[in-house]
C-alpha cells in the first residue's frame, strides 16, 4: 500500500491568493475614497488626491490589520505604507525630470545640431539653424584635460591608502573628503585667483580644466580606494613571494586586476563633471565655434550652451537649452550605465 | 672531500629589510601624489585669502555682519573706500536657511527611503531603486536648475500657498506683500531633490553596518520588521544619519546654478521662507562676476572664503560623525 498523497510544502513567507486579493480590495476601496473626498470636499488636484489616497490607504490597512492579526501587525503595516511613500517621493522626481527633459528636449534635436557650431547663428534663430558641435567637442576636451590631469593625481592617492599605507593614511583620507565638499563655483574662483589673474590673464579650456579636476580628483581617488581595497591579499603576497619589490608587486599584479575598476573610477569622475555649470561660466569664456586648442581663446561646453540659451529666455533659445540638456543627460546616462556594468561584471567575476 | 674555497659559491645575498631604490623612489612618488589634496586645498586657502584680504582688511567683521553690498565710485572712476560697503550677512543667513530648510525636507524622505530598500524591498525592486537613487545624484546641477525653474516652481507656488494659507499664523510662514516666486522655499526643494541621494545613500550604507545577530535577536524575540527597526536599526543608525545630513547641508549651501535659478537674490536678512527673497553666497558671486570690476572681484573672492570655510567646517564634522558609526562617507 503506498500513500499517493503528494505532500506540498507550505510557504508561509508568500502571502495568499486571499491576502492578495484582500489587499488589492483595500488598495482599490482607497482610490475610491479619494475620488469620491475629493469630488465632495472643495479639495481639488493632484495633491488632494494623493495625499487623501495616502492617508485612506494607510487607515485601512491598518484597520483591517487590527482586525485581524492585531496591532503590532496592525503597526507594521503603516510602517510598510510609510516607507513605500519615502521611495516614492525620493524617485518621483527623477521620474519627472527624465520625462520634462526628454518632451522638451526632443523637439530641438535634429542632424545638423552635430554637425555645425554657432559660429553664424545667435541663440534665438530657429531651432533647425545652427547646433551644439562646439559645445560637445569642447566638453569632449575639458573632460579629457582634466582626466589627464586627476587620473594620475587620484590614483596615486589610492595606492597610497591602499598599498603604501603610510603615516599620513588618515588624515589623507580626511583631506580627499574634504575636497569632496568644496563647491564648485568655490574651484572656479581659485582657478581665476591662481592661474587667469596672475598667469595667463585670458579665459580659457585648460582653465576650466583645472577647476573641474580639483572636482574630479576625490571621486576617482575614493573609488579607486575602494576598487583596491577589493583586490585579495593573496595577490600581492604572491608577487612579493616571487621576489617582486612593492613597486614591482604594485605596477604589474595589483593595478592590472584592478584594471575595469579603475576605468570605472574615471567613468564616474566624468560623470561627475561633464555637467558642472559653474566653474565652466567662470573659467573657460564659452566661445561659439569649435576650438581645438585648450590653451587658448575662448572654449565652448554643453554647461555654457545651456546656460547661455537659457538666460536669452526666448522661445528657441529655451528650446535649445533642453535640447542640450538632453544631449547632456545621454552623455551621463551612457557614462553610469556603463560605469555599473563594469562594476557589476567585475563582482561576478 | 672539503669544499672548494668560498670563490666559487655565489655570493651571500644581503638580507635586508631596508627597502631598495626603486621602492624608496616609488613610495616618494605615491606620497608626493597622495599630498596633492593638502596642496590643493592649502592653495585654495591662500590664493582666496591673498585675493581677498584687502576687502577683508578694509571691512573687516563689517564684512560677515553687514547686508550692504554696493560700489560707490568717485569721480575719478575709482572706488571710494568710504563709502562701499560689502557685506554679506544677507546672502550667509540665506545659504543657511535654504540648506536647513533642504535637510529638513529631504531627511525623513530619505530615512524612509533607505528603510524602504535595506528592509522591505523585495531584491529585484531593490536593484532598481539603488540604481535609480544612485544615477540621480549623478545628474548635472543644471539639470535641475532648469526642472526646478520650468516645472517645479509653479507647483511650489501652489504649495506655498497653501502653507501659507493654514499655518500662516506662524511668523515663518507669514507672507508680506504676497510675492511667493523664487522663494527660499522654492530652493530649498530643488536642494532637498539633490541632496535625496546623497543622504539615501549614506543611510543605506548605515543602516547595512547594522549587526546581524541582533537583527535576528529582535526577529527572535517575535518583532515585527517595524518593531525590529524601531528597536535595533535607528538607535544603531542614529549618528550615522546624522552626520549624513550634515554632509547633504554641506553640498546644498555650496550648490550655485540650481540655486541661482530659483532664488530672487535681495541683499536683505529674510527670515520668511514663503516670502520670494533670499540670499545665498554662491548664487550672489556668479550673480556679481558678470559686472564686477577688479576690486568687486577682491569682495567676492573674500565671500568665495567664507563660502569656503563654511563647507569645509561642515563637511569635516559629518564626516567624523559618519566615520565614527561606521559609514565610508560619500
Known amino acids: ?349 | 672531500m672539503i669544499l672548494p674555497a668560498s670563490s666559487q659559491l655565489p655570493a651571500k645575498r644581503e638580507i635586508t629589510t631596508k627597502p631598495r631604490l626603486s621602492d624608496r623612489v616609488f613610495a616618494w612618488i605615491v606620497t608626493s601624489g597622495a599630498l596633492s589634496s593638502l596642496l590643493i586645498l592649502g592653495l585654495i586657502f591662500f590664493f582666496l585669502t591673498y585675493q581677498g584680504f584687502s576687502v577683508l582688511r578694509s571691512q573687516g567683521l563689517h564684512f560677515i555682519t553687514g547686508s550692504n553690498w554696493q560700489v560707490i565710485l568717485d569721480a575719478a572712476g575709482n572706488i571710494d573706500p568710504k563709502q562701499t560697503e560689502f557685506g554679506i550677512a544677507a546672502m550667509l543667513v540665506g545659504t543657511i536657511l535654504c540648506a536647513l530648510i533642504a535637510i529638513v525636507i529631504a531627511l525623513p524622505i530619505s530615512v524612509l527611503a533607505a528603510l524602504f530598500l535595506n528592509f522591505f524591498a523585495p531584491p529585484s525592486v531593490k536593484k532598481i531603486m539603488v540604481a535609480v537613487v544612485d544615477l540621480m545624484a549623478a545628474f548635472p546641477s543644471i539639470l535641475f536648475g532648469l526642472w526646478g525653474f520650468f516645472v517645479l516652481m509653479p507647483s511650489a507656488e501652489y504649495w506655498a500657498k497653501l502653507i501659507n494659507r493654514y499655518l500662516g499664523f506662524i511668523p515663518f510662514f507669514q507672507v508680506e506683500p504676497p510675492i511667493y516666486t523664487r522663494s527660499p522655499f522654492i530652493a530649498g526643494l530643488v536642494l532637498a531633490i539633490m541632496v535625496i541621494p546623497i543622504i539615501t545613500s549614506i543611510a543605506r550604507e548605515v543602516f547595512n553596518q547594522t549587526p546581524l545577530d541582533r537583527i535576528q535577536a529582535a526577529y527572535a524575540l517575535g518583532a515585527t520588521r517595524w518593531a525590529m527597526i524601531r528597536a535595533v536599526v535607528l538607535p544603531y543608525g542614529r549618528s550615522g544619519v546624522i552626520g549624513g545630513a550634515m554632509l547633504g547641508l554641506g553640498r546644498a549651501m555650496g550648490e550655485t546654478v540650481a540655486v541661482y535659478t530659483v532664488l530672487n537674490v535681495v541683499y536683505q536678512i529674510n527670515w520668511h521662507v514663503l516670502l520670494g527673497a533670499g540670499g545665498n553666497v554662491a548664487s550672489m558671486i556668479l550673480l556679481k562676476f558678470g559686472e564686477a570690476g577688479p576690486d568687486e572681484i577682491k569682495a567676492l573672492m573674500a565671500a568665495g572664503l567664507v563660502l569656503f570655510l563654511l563647507t569645509l567646517a561642515v563637511n569635516s564634522l559629518a564626516d567624523l560623525i559618519v566615520r565614527r558609526s561606521g559609514g565610508k562617507g560619500r
Open chain 1, 1 to 349: 500500500m503506498t500513500d499517493k498523497r503528494v505532500v506540498r510544502p507550505e510557504k508561509p513567507w508568500k502571502s495568499s491568493p486571499k491576502q492578495r486579493l484582500v489587499s488589492a480590495l483595500i488598495f482599490l476601496g482607497a482610490m475610491l475614497t479619494s475620488y469620491l473626498l475629493v469630488a465632495a470636499t472643495p479639495m481639488n488636484g493632484k495633491l488632494a488626491y494623493f495625499l487623501v489616497f495616502f492617508f485612506a490607504f494607510t487607515l485601512f490597512d491598518f484597520i483591517f490589520h487590527y482586525l485581524t492579526r492585531g496591532i503590532a501587525l496592525a503597526k507594521d503595516a503603516v510602517a510598510r505604507a510609510v516607507v513605500a511613500l519615502g521611495i516614492s517621493l525620493a524617485v518621483a522626481p527623477i521620474v519627472s525630470i527624465l520625462a520634462t527633459v526628454v518632451i522638451r528636449g526632443y523637439k530641438g534635436i535634429h542632424l545638423s545640431l552635430f554637425t555645425t557650431d554657432m559660429k553664424l547663428n545667435s541663440v534665438s534663430d530657429p531651432i533647425d539653424q545652427g547646433g551644439l558641435l562646439h559645445a560637445i567637442s569642447g566638453t569632449a576636451i575639458l573632460v579629457l584635460v582634466a582626466l589627464l590631469i586627476s587620473v594620475p593625481l587620484g590614483i596615486l592617492t589610492a595606492v597610497y591608502m591602499t598599498e603604501v599605507k603610510g603615516r599620513f593614511v588618515r588624515p589623507i583620507k580626511f583631506l580627499v573628503q574634504a575636497m569632496s565638499g568644496v563647491p564648485s563655483i568655490v574651484a572656479g574662483l581659485f582657478i581665476l585667483s591662481a592661474f587667469i589673474y596672475p598667469i595667463t590673464k585670458a579665459y580659457s579650456g585648460f582653465a576650466g580644466a583645472l577647476a573641474l579636476s580639483i572636482l574630479m580628483i576625490p571621486t576617482i581617488a575614493r573609488t579607486s580606494e575602494e576598487v583596491l581595497l577589493l583586490i585579495p591579499n593573496d595577490l600581492r603576497e604572491a608577487g612579493v613571494a616571487l621576489g617582486g619589490t612593492q613597486w614591482r608587486t604594485v605596477a604589474m599584479v595589483v593595478v592590472p586586476a584592478a584594471r575595469s575598476g579603475l576605468v570605472t573610477a574615471m567613468i564616474l569622475g566624468i560623470a561627475r563633471i561633464a555637467g558642472e555649470t559653474a566653474p565652466v561660466l567662470l573659467l573657460t569664456g564659452g566661445g561659439d565655434s569649435v576650438n581645438g586648442n585648450p590653451f587658448s581663446g575662448p572654449m565652448g561646453s554643453l554647461p555654457f550652451y545651456i546656460w547661455k540659451s537659457y538666460a536669452v529666455g526666448t522661445e528657441e533659445s529655451v528650446t535649445r537649452a533642453w535640447a542640450g540638456i538632453l544631449v547632456l543627460l545621454v552623455i551621463v546616462l551612457v557614462l553610469f550605465v556603463s560605469a555599473r556594468v563594469m562594476s557589476e561584471r567585475r563582482t561576478k567575476s
